[in-house]
């Protein structure tokens, strides 16, 4: 089974600044890694997945993530925020093998700061 | 991209009563819909997955009699909670991935179910 734990519930930055939110995994099998954000009162969007290949992913609006197996860790980055960052980010892993289910991390609320 | 469309987004009604919520996939086969349920400030919580034709697998602790699924098309499927309390008040939330393996979930804007 497999398991996610994003550190900070919520994590303020001022506006233009970067930004670092954390995602820690654990499996038992090698594994798919997803990062979604969720807007007030909307279901999730996808900003970026890690399925193989390169460890530094690209999402949108601006994001990237890198999949560090060594440290089971798949940090959100970017390097200047905007006010309209403002949501909910959730990191999620599922196993690679077959119809695995997502499990999701608890969230972390990005607060930008003006 | 890929669409997904959750309906109603919004519904008030009566402890003791029925509601249906619809999960589509617009331009795309979904072989598989994910349910889930989010409690405020909280993450979401896999309440049951169907697959197409087939019989939804619910999570330890998730009614199947409470919460009845339907997946009788490749783009639709159907969450019925059934004698709503208002326990049952909450956030849900359907996902659709077409294939098998690595395809994403791609999500529903959500339905705010409110038990009066």
């Known amino acids: 089974a497999q398991s996610v734990t994003q550190l900070d519930s919520q994590v303020p930055v001022f506006e233009e600044a970067p930004v670092e939110l954390r995602c820690n995994y654990s499996?038992?099998?090698?594994?798919?890694l997803f990062w979604y954000v969720q807007y007030p009162n909307q279901g999730l969007q996808l900003l970026l997945k890690?399925?193989?290949?390169?460890?530094l992913v690209k999402g949108i609006n601006g994001f990237e993530a890198e999949f560090n197996k060594s440290q089971t860790s798949f940090h959100l980055r970017k390097p200047s925020v905007h006010i309209s960052d403002t949501a909910e980010y959730f990191c999620a892993v599922s196993g690679s093998l077959g119809d695995d289910k997502i499990i999701f991390g608890k969230g972390t609320r990005l607060h930008i700061l003006p | 991209g890929a669409v997904v469309s959750q309906h109603p987004s919004r519904v008030i009604c009566k402890s003791g009563t029925s509601v249906k919520i619809e999960c589509r996939s617009l331009d795309f086969q979904a072989t598989t819909m994910f349910w889930y349920r989010q409690f405020p400030k909280q993450s979401l919580m896999l309440m049951a997955t169907s697959n197409e034709g087939s019989k939804a697998t619910y999570e330890q602790g998730v009614e199947k009699d409470k919460f009845l699924i339907n997946h009788a098309s490749l783009t639709l499927s159907t969450l019925t909670v059934t004698s709503a309390h208002p326990e049952d008040s909450s956030f849900y939330i359907c996902?659709?991935?077409?294939?098998?393996?690595?395809?994403?979930?791609?999500f529903g804007d959500g339905t705010r179910l409110s038990i009066l």
């Open positions: 499996s038992s099998v090698s594994v798919y």
């Open positions: 890690y399925l193989s290949g390169s460890t």
């Open positions: 996902s659709a991935r077409g294939q098998r393996g690595n395809q994403p979930q791609h």
